[in-house]
């Protein structure tokens, strides 16, 4: 099949230079850069399993339609457009308290001054570092207030490895948690996402690490975004 479609953001402004990328169950995947007016165009895609479609952009959260599939031999149209991103603080790690150790809108527990922001960033100047130069356990955590609904929590992560555990991790207010695994980031940034559904109240997201002596990971760009009902 043939697929095109209008990227967009929430106020229905085109937004070009963004990248849609399809992904197959099959292992088989496409990317598309949209034009100046948003639009995108992906010809003779595959037309034997589902896709997952996700359209990203610089200082945008991703846009996604899950579960995509259509007929061979047919030409379709799919728009996406950018969900406002939940009202997170210091989701970048720009903003600095007393010391670099006093990560604003965050709270950290464990061994002391084992996240601090540092430079440079993939999203701004700053980024957040786990490290200590003697074994550590840390969670860095912010609450927020959710309605509820299915939500994407993103971030930019890199992991020099060797922790005992280190992982990204939403949880809801009945205290169920949604992980994902940092000791499969590699030592450059990569995006990482976790799906779940949240019922409306607070959540909490954060990263929790137990580590060795001079083990280390950077975290930037936190997002958390609502999908839908």
Known sequence: FDLSGTVRDIDGTPVPDAVVHLYGNNGRNYDVTTDSEGRYTLPRVLADNAYNVVATAADKSDAEADGVWFAPGTTQTLDLTFPPPAALKNPSFEIWGTDKYDVVGWTAEGTPNVFDQQGPGIDGVMNLAAWNESAFEGNLYQDVAVDGGTYTLTCQVM???????????????DGNRTTYDLLQVPASWTKVRIHTKLPKGLARIGVQTKAKAGNWFCVDDVKLVRNGD
Do not use: R, V
């Open 159 to 173: 992991n020099g490895g060797g922790e005992d555990s280190a992982e990204l991790y939403i949880m809801d207010a």
